[in-house]
């Protein structure tokens, strides 16, 4: 195949952007949802699930060593589930299983979005679509996303901030409307990592990194008295 006949279907693909993404992240979920519940809660799990119905009567103090957001999923995904339970038999019930870990396998599919915005960003189409591919069928990725542990929000938000602080670094050091919404986006994607796992050194990796990286258009810091949390770097 020539250079040009992959040009050309490169940019076919392209053109088709919005039925790939649905694609690879229609492959990610079928991929972590198949045989979901055929393995039993492991003991962290149970906890989640004891603090999930505390927290679905009020009660935020159990299991609270440990970061909410998963917990609070949790206990929507079981409330829900309880819901579906009662409508219909028992044929079509929803497993304790599916519904406690079910919660990271979406977010755990959407990474793969999050991911080819990013590789593309920096990269281009291609590197962003082969990207995705990887994270949809990687063995570690998969396994991760069928349990239900933080680190699968961890990995989609710190990915999610990376990327909104990305775009706004590319807007230049001239302040504008556009570029404060993403460094906003930005900085609650990362409180809502802080939220998922407590890696307070994530955010710190993200401004080393800008800090290292030679000044350019795509990385000037913000001049006073305009400068923000996250864009003075």
């Known amino acids: 195949m020539t250079i040009d006949r992959v040009k050309l279907r490169m940019k076919l ?3 088709n952007k919005v039925a790939i993404l649905a694609a690879i992240v229609a492959l990610p979920f079928f991929l972590r ?7 039993g809660l492991s003991e962290d799990e149970v906890h989640k699930v004891n603090a999930g ?3 679905l009567k009020g009660d935020f103090s159990a299991n609270a060593e440990h970061p909410m957001l998963m917990k609070l999923m949790i206990a929507l995904s079981m409330a829900g589930a309880d819901g579906w339970n009662n409508l219909v038999s028992h044929s079509y019930q929803i497993s304790e299983e599916i519904a406690i870990r079910f919660p990271n396998l979406i977010f755990g599919s959407l990474t793969a979005i999050i991911i080819f915005l990013f590789a593309q960003e920096l990269f281009g189409f291609t ?30 938000f710190s990915w999610l901030g990376f990327y909104f602080y990305l775009k706004a670094k590319r ?11 993403l460094y906003g986006l930005s900085g609650a994607s990362f409180g809502l990592m802080l939220s998922s796992k ?10 080393i990194y800008y800090y290292l990286f030679d000044r350019n258009e795509h990385n000037r810091p ?7 949390f996250f864009g003075e770097i």
């Open 13 to 15: 693909l392209e053109k």
């Open 33 to 39: 949802i198949y045989g979901l519940d055929r393995v």
């Open 53 to 55: 119905r505390a927290y």
């Open 127 to 156: 590197t962003g679509i082969i990207s995705a591919l990887l994270w949809a069928i990687g063995i570690g990725a998969i396994t991760f996303n069928r349990i239900a542990k933080e680190d699968t929000l961890l990995v989609f």
């Open 171 to 181: 807007l230049g050091s001239s302040r504008t409307a556009r570029q404060d919404r």
């Open 198 to 207: 407590y890696f307070p050194h994530y955010l710190a990796l993200n401004f």
């Open 222 to 228: 913000l001049r006073a008295p305009n400068k923000t």
